[in-house]
């Protein structure tokens, strides 16, 4: 009896150390905005954390979607992994456009409820139009459009997901919530929250590249927190388009002020650092060479305008190029890595406006009298310092002149300057008595 209790707490013993070795870290990343260049980077990291500590990454993520260069580097990530990667989408998330790439690639797909998931079609392209009158798309588009096509379709039949389903969100950029997915086989697991989805992972088998792999129990005490660091929120924000739009004309007046008044210096500081900052945020994005060669040229335009003054055809011209400049400039209309039409038409009234107080400027300058040499002192008035019949002294901006009046002039007597001889002799005459002028 005794022998047999010994082997039962033994039992229980063995059982209690497997039931512990089970529980395991995982990696816990998240990511909620468009899928860009910084997405790569905090993808790369957290895949290589899970990676060096041999543990399930788990990426909550909730997108609108993104590039799809961006999107391929972080599939083509996914299907090299060692460990699970498991993709979860929130409660009231999405994962629209390059999120169905990443749910399809992902290890384990899951989704909450109140979910949803779909629109993949490249928004560039478009979906084939239909219909008489409408044109359809390009032959280019077309390829990019079977490229994707093909791509959803190869993660399907790897992870064993709904090809066809998968094919119609990139085609005709079909939604549906994650109930339906589940149903129709585009996710395996649905989750309320991260508690169930962990409870549900675990123990699920998966397919790495060279092997079979089950998922060990996971817990929320066990995660591993990994957060985007400051280099890739710096990177998020700056290829926001807005943002590289705005800095780049920051920085290009900034340097433009300096040039035009050297030793300002703060000008030339700012407009350097905001033009490094917009060129590194723009270099993260599919610029259009030609629509950034417009932007320059409307731009270098609209300054010459100010500086000689075409009639307003410089200044008009370079409103346009700069205009169509911009809306060229970013020709992958990807979710979340658009140029607001708002934001373009508000940089051109700022410009239009700039310009405008500029040639203002040039206007004011032009008529203001001449305020250094011989010719800045014409019209000024000065008082004799003596009787004067022809020659004498008067009294010039506190100053005593020589002068040659063209009447006589008493001693006090103002007269106003009509010349000035080389020799620095003023030629004045008397003022009548309706001449007016400010204090000699």
Same mark, same amino acid.
């Given at each position: ?12 013993a @063995? ?23 910084a ?6 990291? +957290? ?5 060096? #500590? ?23 990530r996914?299907?090299?992994?060692h ?6 989408? =929130? ?6 456009s ?5 749910l ?8 909450? =409820? ?10 560039? /392209?478009?979906? =084939? ?10 032959t280019?588009?077309?390829?990019? %459009?079977?490229? !994707?096509?093909?791509?959803? #379709?190869? *993660? ?5 997901r ?13 939604? $549906?919530d ?7 086989? !585009?996710?395996?697991?649905?989750? #309320? ?8 992972v ?18 929320? +005490?066990?995660e ?5 660091? &400051?280099?890739?929120r710096?990177?998020?924000w700056?290829?926001?388009p807005?943002?590289?739009?705005l800095?780049l004309? *920051? ?8 040039? /035009?008044? =050297? ?6 500081? *700012?407009?350097?650092?905001?033009? %490094? ?13 030609a629509?950034?060669f417009?932007i320059?040229?409307g ?19 370079? !409103?346009v190029?700069?205009?169509l400049?911009? *809306? ?10 658009? @140029?607001?039409?708002?934001?373009i ?11 405008? %107080?500029?040639l203002?400027?040039? &206007?004011?300058?032009?008529? #203001? ?8 002192e ?15 002294? &008067? ?7 020589r002068?040659v ?13 009509v010349? &000035?001889?080389?020799d620095?002799?003023l $030629?004045?005459?008397? %003022? ?9």
């Amino acid at each position: 009896m005794l022998h047999n209790m010994r082997i039962f707490v033994l039992g229980l013993a @063995l059982f209690g150390c497997a039931g512990s070795a089970l529980a395991a870290p995982f990696v816990h990343a998240h990511w909620q905005g468009p899928i860009g260049p910084a997405t790569v980077q905090y993808f790369a990291r +957290a895949l290589g954390e899970a990676e060096a #500590r041999k543990a399930p990454l788990v990426l909550e993520l909730d997108t609108p979607g993104g590039l799809l260069t961006s999107t391929q580097a972080i599939v083509r990530r996914m299907m090299q992994a060692h460990v699970p990667v498991i993709v979860w989408v =929130p409660p009231g998330a999405r994962a629209a456009s390059a999120g169905v790439f990443l749910l399809y690639a992902a290890h384990i797909a899951a989704a909450a =409820p109140s979910a949803h998931l779909g629109a993949a079609t490249p928004v560039a /392209l478009g979906a =084939p139009s239909e219909g008489k009158g409408k044109k359809g798309p390009s032959t280019m588009e077309k390829k990019a %459009l079977n490229d !994707a096509v093909a791509m959803i #379709r190869a *993660l399907a039949r790897t992870r064993g997901r709904n090809a066809k389903l998968g094919e119609r969100m990139v085609r005709e950029a079909l939604a $549906v919530d994650a109930v339906e997915a589940k149903q129709r086989g !585009a996710i395996d697991i649905l989750a #309320r929250d991260f508690s169930e989805l962990l409870a549900k992972v675990s123990g699920r088998k998966v397919a790495l590249p060279h092997a079979q792999l089950v998922v060990p129990r996971l817990r929320a +005490a066990d995660e591993v927190a990994l957060t985007p660091s &400051v280099r890739e929120r710096l990177l998020a924000w700056l290829s926001r388009p807005t943002i590289a739009y705005l800095l780049l004309l *920051l920085g290009f007046y900034g340097l433009a002020f300096e040039a /035009l008044h =050297p030793g300002a210096i703060f000008p030339g500081v *700012l407009g350097g650092i905001a033009f %490094l900052l917009g060129l590194y945020g723009m270099s993260a994005l599919p610029v259009d060479a030609a629509g950034a060669f417009l932007i320059v040229l409307g731009l270098a335009l609209m300054i010459a305008e100010a500086f000689a003054p075409g009639f307003g055809v410089l200044g008009i011209g370079g !409103a346009v190029a700069f205009v169509l400049g911009s *809306l060229m400039l970013l020709p992958e209309k990807a979710p979340g890595f658009r @140029l607001p039409l708002g934001v373009i038409l508000g940089a051109t009234a700022a410009n239009f406006a700039l310009l405008a %107080l500029a040639l203002g400027a040039l &206007v004011r300058a032009r008529r #203001r009298r001449v305020q250094t040499g011989p010719e800045a002192e014409i019209g000024a008035i000065v008082e004799a310092l003596e009787d004067m019949e022809k020659e004498g002294f &008067v009294r010039h901006m506190g100053e005593r002149w020589r002068a040659v009046a063209k009447a006589p002039l008493a001693k006090g007597a103002r007269a106003r300057v009509v010349d &000035v001889r080389d020799d620095l002799v003023l $030629v004045v005459e008397p %003022l009548d008595s309706q001449g007016k002028g400010g204090e000699p």
